[in-house]
């Protein structure tokens, strides 16, 4: 048995960081948003044992490391069933770059499973098993704008936002989620209570609610991410801001033509990674 499925990259319109655990994880309020960029996963099922991942051109296809396998691994323990399954994953969305690519990758074979196998584990289960792979991954099983708390994994529905296109950027740095998480230093504590409602209507409501806490450790370190959030907004960008810990970079803009402009104007001048996408 084989099928194909889409992997969606995500973008964060905001994220506060409300203040550290003692297991080192962060209390997070985010607003989560999946974008048509899409890595495209092939999952085949057979008799045997063992699963196997594939992922052409990247150093990414060591079977255990990969979060994709691990994802396979559990739904494996939890249908409590032996067979072979082998994951072919095609990278579209660059690695370590805060678009959520590895936790899109898991929540795509959790959920691609659970339908090939005829499991019907349903949604808050397969949240539940996808919060044990990492904070990102219920997100992406939940398939919506959502505002995210907790460590991330507690969502809700953000019911209007407008109908906007990104351009995204990534100067082909990667950058360690840990290591940003383990460098911010927390002035003081936040209450969930007291930030302001990620209430977004118009394009002009969702630039001015754009914030990201994790932009002071990693634009620190990459001085060059202020720039092009900078050059975005010279090209015309209502608002840019960067997705979760970076370093990809976005620009809001009024529709997916003129996103793809800009990037064209930009291509000629650097040679970064550009993808205009559309809201999901
Ligand atoms: C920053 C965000 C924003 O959406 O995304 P990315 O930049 O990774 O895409 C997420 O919070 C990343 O979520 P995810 O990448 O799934 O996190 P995990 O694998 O669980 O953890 C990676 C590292 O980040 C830290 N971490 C993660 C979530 C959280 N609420 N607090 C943390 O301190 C963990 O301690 C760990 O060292
Ligand atoms: N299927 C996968 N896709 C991408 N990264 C993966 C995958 N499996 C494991 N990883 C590892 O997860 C880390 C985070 O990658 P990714 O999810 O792309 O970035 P981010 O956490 O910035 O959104 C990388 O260091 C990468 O080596």
Redesign the pocket.
């Known amino acids: 048995m084989e099928r194909h499925f889409n992997s969606p990259a995500k973008i964060n319109l905001c994220l506060h960081v409300l203040g550290r655990r003692l297991d080192g994880y962060h209390e997070l309020a985010m607003a989560m948003q999946r974008v048509d960029l899409s890595?495209r996963i092939r999952i085949q099922v057979s008799d045997g044992s063992g699963v196997r991942?594939s992922?052409a051109g990247l150093?990414?296809d060591v079977d255990e490391?990969?979060?994709?396998a691990k994802a396979a691994k559990l739904v494996l323990a939890e249908s409590r069933r032996e067979l072979a399954i082998t994951i072919s994953?095609e990278?579209n969305?660059?690695?370590?770059?805060?678009?959520?690519?590895?936790?899109?990758?898991?929540a795509t074979v959790l959920a691609g499973l659970d339908k090939m196998l005829g499991l019907e584990l349903g949604q808050r289960r397969l949240m539940e098993l996808g919060a044990q792979l990492?904070a990102?991954v219920p997100f992406f099983i939940y398939g919506a704008p959502a505002w995210a708390t907790g460590t991330g994994t507690q969502l809700d529905a953000l019911p209007s936002l407008p109908d906007v296109a990104y351009l995204l950027v990534n100067p082909k740095i990667?950058?360690?989620?840990a290591w940003v998480y383990q460098s911010l230093e927390l002035t003081k504590g936040g209450e969930l209570a007291n930030l302001p409602r990620f209430s977004v209507v118009t394009r002009d409501d969702l630039c001015a609610a754009l914030h990201n806490d994790l932009e002071r450790v990693t634009l620190q370190r990459y001085p060059l991410l202020a720039e092009i959030k900078q050059l975005l907004l010279e090209y015309g960008a209502c608002g840019s801001l960067m997705s979760?810990?970076?370093a990809t970079v976005f620009g809001v803009f009024a529709d997916y033509a003129e996103a793809c402009r800009v990037a064209e104007e930009l291509k000629r001048k650097q040679d970064w990674l550009f993808y205009p996408v559309k809201p999901l």
Do not use: Y
Not at 65 to 68: D, G, H, S, T
Not at 93 to 106: M, R
Not at 174 to 177: E, G, I, Q, R
């Open positions: 890595d991942v992922c150093r990414l490391e990969n979060i994709a994953i990278k969305i660059p690695v370590a770059a805060g678009l959520g690519g590895g936790s899109s990758n898991a990492g990102d990667a950058v360690s989620t979760g810990s970076g």
